[in-house]
């Protein structure tokens, strides 16, 4: 399957990225446009053959098959023996979505019309703020989409805690008022360690002022018996299905806190854009199918060229959570080593992920980038407008370093060029080559851009659902299951173990560094 792609590769070793675009309508030919947004990946090696290599691999890998599977319930998931319909949750205008013989739909609208009536409640109740406490992708994703809509914000405050470090709950807590915050337990299993720990010390901490908890906890939880057993009220519990993977639930009732934020109508332009990208995955042609772009480039870079990891840099600050929602989406989903049938995985799994917005990644690590041995493909991802138009100067310079960022990772600096600023900064003979050599930029490094024109809810949407399909068209190719996270179990397990040492317990069973490292704990903590 990936012979063409290897040989595609290979090709395109030492290939000019900037000489690409001596052939004429290169920037568009290598862009998808759809609904305000410009995928650009003209500045990478990709020619046509190559790009031909990977359309024909997504088609030998049943890409299009396993999309259909997907949206119509099959249990993709197979080592959980699920259904993978996170976009049941955004199917707003569409028909009915069956899993084992039910109509999914109706329940999933009925949850949202409950969680609307008790958004407006709280809206217009006496909650000044909102502590969302899970962590994951029962956190990830409502923290990056409450901080992404700002502008929207017309609801409470809204807070996080996610971090089993006390530290995280207690600067939480501290300036709160217990009478009048509203506490989200958000846990898809309401077992998870950290989330049920800072439950615990939110509800102490109300019963310790004298406030009673229960008018003041919700629940959004798969595990309904458990939020009963925890003594949260069915009436302010948001239940959703197993065929909702946690890192793809902030569309439903792990939203709640985005809904409280920017209100239930705004909610709903969030789940619009994403349903308009999960119907433009289904529909559009290959070379117009922005997730099916992206999701190859992404192929291209790691497991085609070997390149190791990618950069997520938003030139949007309102998007600095979106890296770290998108390591989790990424990394949880194509993090493996085995194919879905058990055999070890013959090409690289996915790549790592990480990244700052820009500008700030400018004055901290884009040096590596530029000039660094490891070449970083980079995801730039830019607003044409603000949503202050008092500072468009200040956009237009944010505008202005992004593409300059890309623009100076193709062209680089040569030689000549260095040479010649060093010499009229006043250097010569050896001196001159010595400083001219740190003052050369190798370019030829690739970078796709995604532009949009304004970050509102619905672009926001479209742009979480272009990152979930890309996550699937890479899982797929690679033959990965990307709906599991079998790699997060074992630490949790020897965590569970390692309490009782640090209580005391004998330590003799360790290894010679866990058993230092308990000891030196213990010497501060008695
Ligand atoms: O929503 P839960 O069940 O508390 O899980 C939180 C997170 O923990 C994980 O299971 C990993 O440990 C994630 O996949 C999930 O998003």
Same mark, same amino acid.
């Given at each position: 399957m990936w012979t063409e792609v290897e040989r595609a590769a290979e090709a395109a070793a030492g290939r000019s990225i900037a000489d690409l675009f001596e052939t004429a309508g290169r920037a568009e030919a290598f862009s998808v446009r759809f609904d305000g947004m410009l995928l650009d990946y003209s500045k990478t090696a990709l020619d046509e053959d190559a790009r031909a290599a990977l359309v024909q691999l997504a088609g030998a890998a049943g890409v299009a098959a396993r999309r259909a599977a997907m949206f119509d319930g099959q249990p993709i998931n197979e080592t959980e023996g699920r259904a993978v319909l996170h976009s049941a949750l955004r199917n707003l205008s569409g028909g009915a979505v069956m899993v084992e013989g039910e109509d999914i739909m109706p329940g999933i609208h009925a949850t949202r019309a409950r969680m609307a009536a008790f958004a407006e409640e709280i809206r217009q109740g006496s909650i000044t703020d909102v502590i969302n406490i899970g962590i994951g992708g029962s956190h990830l994703g409502p923290e990056m989409a409450v901080r992404a809509l700002s502008p929207y914000h017309d609801g409470p405050r809204c807070h996080f805690?996610?971090?089993?470090?006390?530290?995280?709950?207690?600067?939480?807590?501290?300036?709160?008022?217990?009478?009048?915050?509203?506490?989200?337990?958000?846990?898809?299993?309401?077992?998870?360690?950290?989330? /049920?720990?800072? &439950?615990?010390?939110? +509800?102490?901490?109300?019963?310790?002022?004298?406030? %009673? =908890? $229960?008018?003041?906890?919700?629940?959004?939880?798969?595990?309904?018996?458990?939020t009963a057993d925890w003594g949260i009220d069915p009436a302010r519990v948001f239940g959703f299905g197993d065929y909702v993977g946690g890192r793809y639930s902030v569309w439903g009732p792990i939203g709640l806190a985005v809904m409280i934020a920017i209100g239930p109508e705004r909610f709903e332009e969030f789940l619009t854009g994403a349903e308009a990208m999960d119907r433009h995955f289904l529909d559009a042609e290959p070379l117009e199918n922005m997730p099916l772009m992206l999701a190859l480039v992404g192929l291209w870079h790691h497991q085609g060229i070997g390149y190791g990891t990618r950069a997520v840099l938003p030139y949007d600050q309102r998007l600095?959570?979106?890296?770290?929602?998108?390591?989790?989406?990424?990394?949880?989903?194509?993090?493996?080593?085995?194919? /879905?049938?058990? &055999?070890?995985?013959? +090409?690289?799994?996915?790549?790592?992920?990480?990244? %700052? =917005? $820009?500008?700030?990644?400018?004055?901290?690590?884009?040096?590596?980038?530029?000039?660094?041995?490891?070449?970083?493909?980079?995801?730039?991802?830019?607003?044409?407008?603000?949503?202050?138009?008092?500072?468009?100067?200040?956009?237009?310079?944010?505008?202005?370093?992004?593409?300059?960022?890309?623009?100076?990772?193709?062209?680089g600096r040569g030689i000549d060029?260095?040479?010649?600023?060093?010499?009229?900064?006043?250097?010569?003979?050896?001196?001159?080559?010595?400083?001219?050599?740190?003052?050369?930029?190798?370019?030829?490094?690739?970078?796709?851009t995604l532009a949009y024109d304004r970050l509102t809810p619905r672009r926001l949407g479209q742009i979480v659902a272009l990152y979930e399909h890309r996550v699937f068209v890479e899982g797929v190719i690679l033959g990965i299951n990307s709906f599991d996270q079998w790699g997060v179990e074992l630490g949790k397990v020897l965590a569970g173990e390692m309490v009782p040492l640090l209580e005391g317990s004998d330590t003799t069973r360790k290894d010679g560094s866990t058993r230092q490292l308990v000891h030196f704990c213990k010497s501060y903590t008695g």
């Open positions: 805690v996610s971090n089993v470090d006390g530290a995280d709950i207690a600067d939480t807590l501290c300036g709160l008022d217990p009478a009048t915050t509203l506490v989200i337990v958000a846990s898809k299993t309401f077992t998870t360690i950290e989330t /049920m720990t800072n &439950a615990a010390t939110a +509800r102490a901490w109300m019963e310790r002022a004298g406030v %009673e =908890p $229960g008018p003041q906890f919700a629940a959004l939880s798969s595990a309904l018996e458990k600095a959570r979106l890296p770290a929602y998108l390591q989790q989406l990424e990394m949880e989903s194509n993090g493996k080593r085995v194919r /879905m049938d058990g &055999a070890p995985l013959t +090409r690289p799994s996915g790549p790592v992920v990480w990244g %700052e =917005p $820009g500008t700030n990644g400018q004055h901290a690590f884009y040096q590596l980038i530029h000039q660094g041995t490891a070449v970083v493909p980079c995801e730039f991802l830019v607003a044409a407008e603000g949503h202050e138009p008092d500072l468009a100067h200040h956009h237009r310079l944010l505008v202005a370093n992004c593409l300059a960022q890309s623009e100076a990772l193709m062209r060029e260095a040479r010649a600023l060093m010499c009229e900064a006043g250097f010569a003979g050896a001196e001159l080559e010595r400083q001219a050599a740190h003052r050369v930029f190798p370019g030829n490094r690739p970078s796709v």
